[in-house]
């Protein structure tokens, strides 16, 4: 059943569509429902959560889904709203075998019963500077102040440091050497810059997220109104 939902012409289309296709995850032994949905051609998890569900839903197993996913070349999305409306969605490219990204992966998909979902942009750094770059992801206390790490042993070290472009996802370096669930995207390029603990690329949408930061003086207004992953990127 998992692997007939990349046949995107297959017999689950139409249900797709319909929004009566969820993938089912147990999170603490209790069942949370991701939909799938297709968007650009883009076959999409919604994060894990609870929900009703429609009474002629068609079921797929999270983790047999899952392993549809490339791990050498992982997408997920971040959608953003403002004032109860759609900005639209940044699609991020995750780097492959390491624990930032695969704790990006696991909080955009809620397979630990935490989400980015409703959680605001808290800060803009260093406005209109070359090295300007965006915070978001205090699943915890949604002010910049939480967002305790789900993954242990999150890298700090020189070897996860990238060049500092637009639209590069990266960690947060807290108090002495901890890292959290948090994360930083870069909005313009910085020749001389360094990014790290890097773990993404924004491929699609970053001129959501700047112009958003042009057209706000609160960047508090934006939030993720969605988040998940993508199973054919």
């Known amino acids: 059943m998992a692997r007939d939902l990349l046949e995107i012409g297959g017999p689950l289309k139409q249900q797709i569509e319909r929004g009566s296709v969820y993938c089912v995850h147990q999170v603490a032994s209790e069942p949370k429902y991701g939909r799938v949905s297709l968007s650009n051609g883009k076959l999409c998890i919604h994060r894990m959560e609870d929900c ?30 403002t004032n109860g409306a759609t900005l639209g969605r940044l699609i991020i490219r995750l780097s492959p075998d390491t624990k930032g990204a695969e704790q990006f992966a696991l909080i955009c998909a809620g397979e630990k019963g935490v989400s980015y979902a409703n959680t605001k942009l808290f800060q803009v750094h260093h406005r209109g500077k070359i090295y300007e770059y965006v915070g978001g992801g205090d699943y915890e206390y949604n002010n910049g102040d939480g967002g305790k790490a789900l993954v242990a042993g999150l890298e700090l070290g020189p070897e996860y440091e990238r060049p500092w472009v637009a639209g590069t996802v990266r960690g947060f370096w807290g108090l002495g050497s901890s890292v959290s669930a948090q994360f930083f995207i870069s909005t313009h390029d910085h020749p001389a810059g360094v990014c790290s603990p890097a773990f993404g690329i924004v491929e699609e949408g970053l001129e959501i997220l700047t112009n958003a930061v042009q057209c706000s003086t609160d960047i508090t207004e934006v939030y993720v109104q969605d988040c998940g992953i993508i199973l054919n990127s």
């Open 52 to 81: 009703q569900i429609p009474d002629d839903a068609c079921i797929v197993n999270y983790e047999e889904a899952r392993t549809l996913v490339d791990p050498s070349s992982r997408q997920t999305f971040l959608e953003l709203g």
